[in-house]
């Protein structure tokens, strides 16, 4: 079945280091690819997401491009803040799902001032 | 900004009980969701609902399990007879539009431990 593998955490890293957070899957079709975050006390949220090969998304200076042939949608970001301490999801959503993000275990990044 | 919301936030239940998690969506959205994360363990979709009906549901969510709308501003999902297995987070998430391209916003959470 589909299934999303990432990097297992956590992370720690020193303030303005960059950061890459592997995610790679395993899907039928073409799904849409996701990144969620999770601050501490609160709900997932949406970062970014790309739904053909080869797109990029963005956000707050987070990116990943969807990668077809490594099947892979990597996390990267030039210069990490410590409010960017939180746990990252990398998702997919098959194509015609009504809602069934299938979601990695989670990457819990802590930023060091 | 609108939120999720969602409760409680811990409930503590024999096995074999009853619960009911609640959750009030974005006002304005349409499409609404339950995944739950056992500990240690990844986020798993449970259920999607439109439209007054179930649009999908996963392996895990059989009989034992129901959503309901019940009065236009909240969305439950209901464990009919609890087991220890069904301890976890619940998150309930809502959107304005399908998941294949809307956000989904998620709550903070329901915890959920069986005894």
């Known amino acids: 079945g589909d299934s999303v593998t990432q990097m297992e955490g956590p992370v720690t890293l020193s303030e303005e280091a960059f950061l890459t957070i592997n995610c790679t899957y395993t899907?039928?079709?073409?799904?849409?690819l996701f990144w969620y975050v999770q601050y501490p006390g609160e709900g997932l949220q949406l970062l970014l997401k790309?739904?053909?090969?080869?797109d990029k998304g963005s956000n707050k200076g987070f990116e990943a491009t969807y990668r077809k042939e490594t099947t892979s949608f990597h996390l990267e970001k030039g210069s990490v803040q410590v409010s960017d301490s939180a746990v990252y999801f990398c998702?997919?959503?098959?194509?015609?799902?009504?809602?069934?993000?299938?979601f990695g275990k989670g990457t819990k990044l802590s930023v060091k001032p | 900004e609108p939120e999720v919301t969602q409760t409680p936030s811990h409930q503590v239940t024999q096995m074999g009980q009853e619960v009911i998690l609640r959750c009030v969506p974005i006002?304005?959205?349409?499409?609404f969701y339950w995944y739950r994360q056992i500990l240690g363990q990844k986020v798993e979709f449970l259920v999607s609902?439109?439209?007054?009906?179930?649009?999908?549901k996963s392996e895990i969510f059989d009989d034992q399990f129901s959503v309901e709308r019940p009065d236009g501003s909240n969305f439950t999902l209901k464990i009919r007879s609890t087991k220890l297995e069904d301890s976890a987070m619940y998150f309930c998430?809502?959107?304005?539009?399908?998941?294949?391209?809307?956000?989904?916003?998620f709550g903070e959470g329901s915890r959920l431990t069986v005894l």
């Open positions: 609902f439109y439209n007054n009906e179930i649009s999908e």
């Open positions: 998430a809502s959107s304005l539009q399908g998941a294949d391209t809307g956000e989904l916003f």
């Open positions: 790309a739904t053909k090969a080869d």
């Open positions: 899907a039928t079709g073409y799904p849409s």
């Open positions: 998702a997919l959503l098959r194509g015609g799902s009504q809602g069934n993000l299938i």
């Open positions: 006002s304005n959205h349409l499409y």
